[in-house]
């Protein structure tokens, strides 16, 4: 009976000494003049490396309210540039290019205030070379006002058409009444609201309340961290703007389900075993998830990049800038909530519970009377005079023949955590021989 005891003890003393024979394994790979079986991307790919995650949790907090600060000061402090869609107004759009030159900012915002004694809200260019317009947005005009205009800029920059002359035809204009704008406006706050109440029961029903409250506690840094983006740069907000956001919204939910979903497979039944913590589970399941969470990322970022150098440098879509840039951001910002917020939120708010508390304390209780064998040998072996100073585990006595293939083992820091992935070494057995 003891000796079936000692045996389980000293397996488990290998387990908590997996950090330890990694590194020897890494050193002589070095030595040998071979790459790493552990080097980073070796670890970030097999999800085994133990990227510390949760154990910073602080850390990831801290910049993460951070990030919520500096987007909702730019939100209070700059505000929102609506487009006209939302705020209502006329917007008139020309080739810059035309028979008497490219048209500057400067000359076409004196050409306004000629024509109509007062000035634009705005003129911007869109596009680069021979495909650039450009776009004056100003209050609503009247069909005169709009006439007039129209004839200055035509006699003032000579437009070119399709054709390549000068023509009328290439000045184009458009009008949306506040009334519209403002019906446009309550439209996309209902579909915003409708989306964030279907999601909080989707949620609601498919988690427990501590992954729904972080996954919901996710989703609105997202929106605030996305719109303070929006604020701070100063793009307008138009209707392309709220489809975007929706479909980031859904993308970063989607993100954060696929490791919530390893979360919950790592931790059926942990309360059960003392391997592994909650918080340490939970930090196994992140490094699982990395390279699906980073792929993902990259295959949503690449056709967005396109969007963004095709048609809005090239072609010069104003309105497909506004939704690269929310999906550029959003994609980004999505990818670190899931991993970095909402995981270690799930994971606080656990820790507060009594059985996730007992369970820890029950995990570390047991590490402790593990390592207490490996010092109390260690210790009767420094007694005996008649031993060797080379006698240690693993080595051979002096004048005895040693065991072919038995591997020594490190006797591991007390407290020390067992590493995912790397399979344990039992001292009394050959290292070639597998653990059944």
Known sequence: MTDNTNTDDIETTANLDTTGATELESSASEAAGQPSRHSFFIRLYTGTGAFEVIGRRKMWFAISALIVGVAAASILLRGFTFGIDFEGGTKMSFPRAGANGEAGISQVEDTFREALGRDAQSVVTVGNGATATVQIRSETLTNDETAKLRDAFFNKFQPKGTDGKPSEQAISDSAVSETWGGQITKKALIALVVFLVLVTIYITVRYERFMALSALTALGFDLITTAG????????????????????????????????????????????????????????????????????????????????????????????????????????????????????????????????????????????????????ATAVVGELETVPAEATVGAPAAGSTPRPGVRPVRPPAAGSTPRPGVRPVRPHRPSGKRER
């Open 229 to 376: 983006v929006y604020a701070l740069v100063g793009f307008e907000v138009t209707p392309a703007t709220v489809i975007g956001l929706l479909t980031i919204l859904g993308f970063s939910l989607y993100d954060t389900v696929i490791v919530f979903d390893k979360v919950e497979e790592n931790t059926k039944g942990f309360e059960h075993t003392t391997r592994r913590t909650f918080a340490e589970q939970a930090n196994l399941a992140i490094n699982q998830t990395f390279m699906r969470s980073i792929n993902t990322s990259l295959i949503s970022i690449m056709p967005i990049a396109s969007l963004m150098v095709v048609a809005v440098w090239l072609l010069g879509v104003g309105t497909l800038k506004d939704l690269a840039l929310v999906q550029l951001v959003g994609v980004i910002v999505g990818t670190y909530s899931s991993i970095f917020l909402a995981t270690p939120l799930l994971v606080t708010l656990r820790e507060r519970t009594e059985l996730v508390r007992n369970h820890t304390r029950r995990v570390l209780n047991r590490r402790k009377v593990v390592a207490a064998p490996s010092e109390s």
